[in-house]
C-alpha cells in the first residue's frame, strides 16, 4: 500500500519541544534578554581574535578528533586524554550520552523540573523518562531518584547547580548516593554552571570521577565560558564511556572556531573568572533585593534565579517585559531569571517589586 507520507517513528509524537529563551524583540521596547542563562559580557578579545582567525579557514572541515582543544582540557583538568570527549555543546554530548547507553525498553532517571532537553533525548533516543519530582525545597530528591532505578535503569542524570532552580546537591550527600547506584548504571553529572558555584559542599565532579568508572561529568563553554553561540562542550569520563561518546559524535560536529576560541578561553582564564566573579556579586545583590521584597527564593548556586509563581507565572513575565526584560516563564510553575548587566538586573528588581506590590 502507498502511504502519503514518509512513516516516521511514533515516539516522536511524545516528544516536547525544546522552548528556547525569548531574545528581545527587535525594535521593541524590550531591552534585556535575561531568559538563556547566557553570558551578558561580549567575548573576550583574544579569544574574538582566535575565532575571527579559525574563520578565515572555514572552507576546511574542522580537526574532527579536536586535538588542540583535547589536550588543553587534558592538561587544565589534569585528566588522560583518552578520558576526554567533546561535542557540539554539552546537550549535544548528553544526547550522545543518552544514544550510548539507552534504547526502547530502558529507563533515564532525573529529577523534575530539570534541564529540559533531558525528556527530549530520553525520548528520541526511545527510552523510557522516569521524573523524580523536586523536595518542597526544590532540590534533587536522590533517595526517590535512588528508589527509581530498576532492573530497566541505563542512566541517571544529576543537574547540579539544577536548571532552573540553581539549587545544589552536597559532596556527602552525592557521595552517598554515588555509591549505592549500581555500578552498571551511569550517572551523568551535569556542571554546565560548575564555574558560578562559590558554596564550597558542593563537590568538583572531576574528583568525584576519578574512582568511579560509572560516574560522567558535563561541561560547557556556553555559559561561564561565555561561547553559548559557538555549541562547544566536553566530558570527562572513563574509556569506555569516553569511547562511546567518539562513536555517537556527530563527525565533524564542533567546528574550527568553536575549538579555537575554547582553547583561547581556556587560556584566558584569570579574565573571564573575574568576569564570573562580578555575575557571583550581582547574584548576591539580585537574591538579596528579591527577600528584600518578601519573595521566597531557593539558595542559587548559577546564574539565574528561580521564582514559583504557579498560576501568576506569565502575568509575571509579561510585567517584566514591559519593564523591559524578558525572563524564561514555565507555565503554571515560575519564572527563571538569568542574571545579567547590571541595567538589567535593575530593571528586573523593579519589576518584581512592582508586582509585588499589587499582589
Ligand atoms: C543544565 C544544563 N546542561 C546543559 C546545557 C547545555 O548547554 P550547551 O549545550 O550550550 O553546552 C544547559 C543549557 O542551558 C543547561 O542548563
New binding site residues.
Partial sequence: MTEKTPRLRPELDSVPTYKPGRPAAPGGPVAYKLS??ENPYPPLPGVLESALAAAGSFNRYPDMACAGLMAELSDHFKVPLTHLATGT????V?QQLVQSTAGPGDEVIYAWRS?E?YPIITRVAGATPVEVPLTPGEVHDLDAMLAAITERTRLIFV?NPN?PTGTVVHRAELESFLDRVPSGVLVVL?E??REFIRDERVPDGIELYRDRPNVCV?R????AYGL?GL?V?FAVAHEPVAAALRKTAVPFGVSQIAQDAAVASLRSEAALLERVEALVGERTRVVEGLLGQGWTVPETQANFVWLRLGERTMDFAAACERAGVVVRPFPGEGVRVTIGEVKANDLFLRAAEDFRKEL
Fill in positions: 538563556s542563562n555543546g554539552s546537550v549535544g548528553a534541564f532537553a543537574c536548571n551535569d554546565a554552571y558535563l560547557t563553554f556556553s555559559k553559548a555549541r562542550g
